[in-house]
């Protein structure tokens, strides 16, 4: 079982994009956060695993509270013999040495939020000042990744934005080196044709760029999530929902006040999202909300039935469908727009790397040798 | 909410590529249970089922050319334990491991026809002879190799517990 802790509403970051609702001195209390823990774990004993991650707001604001938690869930995962992996979503400004050494020990993986080049970041992403947040970001980002054992940087994409994402893909992925790069559209912004065209734009050139590292960089494995992520789920046979965001059995998000939501999006605009309560730190899960949720989402998607791309796009997600249309099952028509544009090209990139026997390619969607990072 | 664009349905839409996730270990481990098991029984019954000769007098004669002729010594008919002779076979895939059994629907079902006649299809490996072995350094998967946070808990895939944006499993890339 999977359990996101809302550490702080706080943020260093202004971000145009964030779904959510900022309050300035909204922390989750450390009885919360423990208590959050020790539920995630007391229901992950059959099943032997389990996941926290921290989220935010910008979660390293409360560094001591997830120390505590950490050191607290480790011990207790052990007595109950849970394998525990920690999750970390930060915009990375607030990162130090310190704080790079504690993650390295404690083998956090890292999701950092970064949009790409510094005009990318820096309009999406500014300080709550206004000042661009590039420079802070990529401060310790060397040794963050150097000490990390998993990173992965994630990218919003944007109207404003899009038609940087070629220059921001390089710029993370061949002059940072980060392997793992994973772009999301933005699809609670309004988008329109021309929008949706510089992205096609974008795609096209970031097909040539990926299968030219494909063919020359043969032992630098790398994982873009634009292209692997449909791809994958081409040779997997197709997702359904409930394969990723579980949401009523095997994810949940907790809320500063210890209010338990499906996933981060409910918990992120808790007032919206009153009505998907499941439970609450202090008396455990509502079971009948819960298994109502989950049904839910086990539903096919209301208008995606009989497409051919249906378990290759990203329609699972209930967060973002409740989001953006008010329906976990209900799919955004930009998302539709979006990915039936980004998967021929996707595939075409498949069919040339398999028709050429690349080892890259091969090694990463044939074998188990390359893996995404699941994100939140 | 964006009302710009509607749900399009595609219809007869072909990637043109195979699906069908090979995972080594898990594909090949029935294939080759189903071959000890083949090749145990030809053992025992060609070994020492049919090897004894009797004269239609009821005298038993020896065979010169088997040892197996002396039916006073008992023959050594116990059933081969599968998986010892998988692991020393090819340590590569633990067959003695749940984990390695393929899943009814994550794996192509194997037709053990085809298998034998090594008609295993699609087989990467062949298309890849070059391929040099794995440096871990190289892999961007930090736990290709087992790191659970606990030393005696074995590490989990968390194929089920993937967000909305990223394909499954967190073997964790750096």
Known sequence: ?376 | MNTNFQVRKVTGYDPGYPVGRRRPGRLEARPLKFLFLVVGFLFFFVGFGCTNKVETTGVQVADDDNIAADTTVTPDTAQPDMDDLQGVTDPDFPLDDDAAIPDADEVLVPDYDDQLAGELVPDFDEAQPDIAPVDYDDVLTGDAIPDALLPDIETPDYDDQLSGVVAPDDDYLK
């Open chain 1, 1 to 376: 079982m999977h359990a996101i802790l809302f550490l702080t509403r706080q943020c260093t970051l202004k971000c145009s994009y964030c779904y959510v609702e900022k309050h300035e001195k909204s922390h989750m209390p450390i009885e919360v956060a423990l208590k959050a823990a020790d539920l995630v774990l007391e229901k992950s004993v059959e099943e032997k695993k389990a996941r926290i991650s921290f989220f935010g707001g910008e979660p390293f604001i409360r560094f001591d509270v997830m120390r505590e938690v950490t050191d607290h869930a480790e011990k207790k995962a052990k007595k109950l013999g849970v394998a525990l992996k920690l999750h970390v979503a930060t915009n990375g400004t607030l990162i130090t040495p310190e704080i790079i050494d504690w993650i390295a020990k404690k083998k956090l993986t890292v999701e950092l939020s970064l949009d790409g080049v510094p005009a990318a970041q820096d309009a999406n992403r500014p300080f709550n000042d206004g000042h661009g947040s590039y420079a802070a970001v990529v401060k310790h980002l060397p040794t963050l990744y150097k000490k990390a054992k998993h990173l992965v940087a994630v990218a919003v994409v944007s109207p404003a934005t899009a038609h940087r994402l070629y220059d921001s893909t390089l710029h993370v992925m061949d002059d940072l080196g980060i392997r793992n790069f994973v772009p999301v559209v933005d699809y609670t912004a309004q988008w329109d044709e021309a929008g949706l065209y510089t992205l096609k734009e974008q795609y096209e050139k970031l097909a040539e760029w990926y299968l030219e590292r494909s063919r020359t960089r043969k032992k630098d494995l790398f994982y873009y999530s634009l292209f692997d992520a449909h791809i994958a789920a081409h040779i997997k046979g197709g997702f359904r929902p409930g394969d990723f965001c579980d949401v009523g059995r095997n994810i949940f998000a907790v809320a500063e006040d210890g209010r338990i939501f499906p996933c981060v999006r409910f918990a992120g605009k808790p007032e919206r999202a009153a009505g998907f309560v499941m439970g609450h730190v202090d008396t455990g899960f509502i079971m009948k909300k819960c298994h109502e949720i989950a049904a839910e989402n086990l539903k096919p998607r209301t208008n995606c039935q009989g497409c051919s791309l249906d378990g290759r796009c990203f329609t699972y997600c209930p967060c973002l469908n409740w989001d953006t249309t008010g329906e976990m099952t209900t799919v955004p028509g930009v998302l539709c727009a979006n990915e039936s544009m980004l998967i021929p090209i996707a595939d075409r990139l498949a069919r040339e790397l398999i028709a050429e026997k690349n080892p890259v390619f091969l090694r990463k969607h044939y074998k188990k040798e390359i893996e995404p990072i699941d994100i939140v």
